[in-house]
């Protein structure tokens, strides 16, 4: 664009590029585009993602990073495959000999030192491995405060050598070298490691990378995500593993394929005390019940789902930081789907864990597939009375106490979806608003309505529960259904006219 026709670099800059090239294209890296693009527009880059790309010139890449975008505070590399001579100015034999502590560490010049980056994110994909020598590259950023490494390529198991060698163990063991000994000012505010490493390939043994690197992390490791396995073994290796990192972990998804004979026991109750987890999800039979919340005092976030139903980000994105990108679980022939564990109904909430707890702090609970009765809900609001978003599947007297006692519900999805007009008006003795209903969430914002579970009539609208119900509740904005409503035509028309999405 060598007239600047799009004013890239008029008045009003741009400073966030989100850059991804067709199959087989090359030309963000490539000679032309150093003084095309990279010269005119780098300095001005703040903010920087790159994905799907295949990079076959890595001297070029680091060119990029480290010379032409001084002012890059946010980094992102995802997808992109590196190729052609490998970028690493250190071999990997070196490399190990540093960690080791038998070779000194070269320093960049003061000129190379990019002090601005403060968070840098790398997901592999599964495609082949990073192009620049991570001590290089992190001695160039030395005020990293957030880093996330995702989709690592390849899980080394077996021996050591194989291991010291894997991408994970360069990345995190680079860290600690570079901080150890790059300098007092290297990574020194480094202080959000996040590993989200979830395949979704329902694999039967615990991936022992994971143990690993809670042992061997350079500094504490705050969130994490990983397929934990559906053997026997694995639960041995998963409570051991959260015993090493209890005290800092603040996130936590665990995936389970859904082969498992068993659901891990609910051991976590005699185990770990996590004190800042506030964020999990359990994927696929983890737990049976909710016993292990006696040992996450202050979470704000719990999500259950079984592993064997399709998770659809039109879903739950609106209200819920999810971390998985797709939830499609392919068969593994010789193996049946476990039977799906209905947590909720498992619990017994007069238990010992139970029965004086009371989860403050928790703000989201999401449920899969569940059906919950009137009674069941009574015991989850004593148990979490401050919820402000919730999925569940209910029925009318689940519903009424929802809108009784979380009445400052912000969102609300249902699923299985078996309320009437009888639920959604509070009927009672043929007159409507009688017993708690949807007029009572003062704050509701979104509703959205799952397929119902096995009766069919329970699970449409009517003319009433539309004009009487959802029209007239004071807050709401976003509406959605499963199902047409049984309706007239000029009804829905009303309804689609006030949600149009």
Known sequence: MPDDPHRLLGEKKFHKYKLSSAPGRTGFFSESSMT??????GASITHLKIMDIRVQQCDLLARVLFEMTPNLVFLSLERNIYEGPQYRFIEDVVHIRIMAGRTEIEKPNPSEVQNNLTHFEINWGGVGRFGINWLYFFLRFPNIKSLKMQEIAENARGQDNVWKFSEEFLFVTSVRVVQECGGPDCL????????????LTATEEFPRWA??????????????????????????FFYAMLE????????????????????????????PHMPDLVELKLIGPVFENLNFLSKLPNLKTLVIFDGQTQIKTEVLHSYVDFTLQQLSQKEIPGKAFTDKINVIANTDFTSEQLKCLEMTHMREFIVGHELCNGEQVENLAKLMPSLTKLRLGLGNSGFQVVCEKWNKLSHLDIEPFDVDEDGILGMEDDEKYR????????????????????????????????????????????????????????VREMLVSKFPQ
């Open 36 to 41: 095309q693009f990279w010269g005119k527009v």
């Open 188 to 199: 020194v505010k480094l202080g959000y490691f996040d590993i989200l490493n979830l395949k």
């Open 211 to 236: 143990m690993r690197i809670s042992i061997t992390t350079p500094v504490p490791l705050t969130s994490l995500s990983l397929d934990i396995g559906w053997g026997r073994d694995s639960v041995t």
């Open 244 to 271: 090493d990192v209890r005290v800092t972990l603040k996130k936590l998804l665990a995936y389970r394929g859904p082969y498992a004979q068993d659901s891990f026991s609910n051991s976590l109750c005699a185990g």
């Open 435 to 490: 017993q708690s209903n949807l007029t009572d969430l003062k704050e509701l914002i979104t509703l959205r309505m799952g397929i119902h579970s096995t009766d069919a009539e329970k699970g449409r609208l009517t003319n009433a529960s539309i004009i009487d119900g959802i029209l007239v509740a004071e807050s709401l904005r976003n509406v959605s259904f499963q199902r047409v409503p049984k309706a007239s035509k000029t």
